[in-house]
Nanobody, 128 residues
Framework: QVQLVESGGGLVQAGGSLRLSCVVS????????MGWFRQPPGQEREFVAF????????HYADSVKGRFTISRDNAKNTAYLQMDSLKHEDTAVYSC?????????????????????WGQGTQVTVSS
């Protein structure tokens, strides 16, 4: 069973930055594409960003494109979400998710139903 643990959330002023981390344990991160999702207060969970197993392909929601960057360090079994120029509307619980894929599969996974494992989430609050 794969375990995912997020960290790095917190309270930040609008225009500020945060970096979220997602540590994967009990399995190698090498076998998984990774995604970040968020759930704003009173709303449904939405896709934020995706990265393939080898990090060669990324995909972003339009709402975060140009402000957020997804990355991964397979040697550290960790995925990251760098969030810059944060806005009040970025306030949400952010969760990472893992999807087992083959190495040549570069198709973005924007649907949360496509993922195999999830972390518990970390709260990000952006004050306006």
């Amino acid at each position: 069973q794969v375990q995912l643990v997020e960290s790095g959330g917190g309270l930040v002023q609008a225009g500020g930055s945060l970096r979220l981390s997602c540590v994967v344990s009990r399995r190698s991160l090498l076998n998984y594409a990774m995604g970040w999702f968020r759930q704003p207060p009173g709303q449904e969970r939405e896709f934020v960003a995706f990265i393939t197993r080898n990090g060669g392909t990324t995909h972003y929601a339009d709402s975060v494109k140009g402000r957020f960057t997804i990355s991964r360090d397979n040697a550290k079994n960790t995925a990251y979400l760098q969030m810059d120029s944060l806005k009040h509307e970025d306030t949400a619980v952010y969760s990472c998710a893992a999807k087992r894929t083959i190495l040549t599969d570069n198709a973005p996974r924007t649907n949360s139903d496509r993922y195999d494992y999830w972390g518990q989430g970390t709260q990000v609050t952006v004050s306006s």
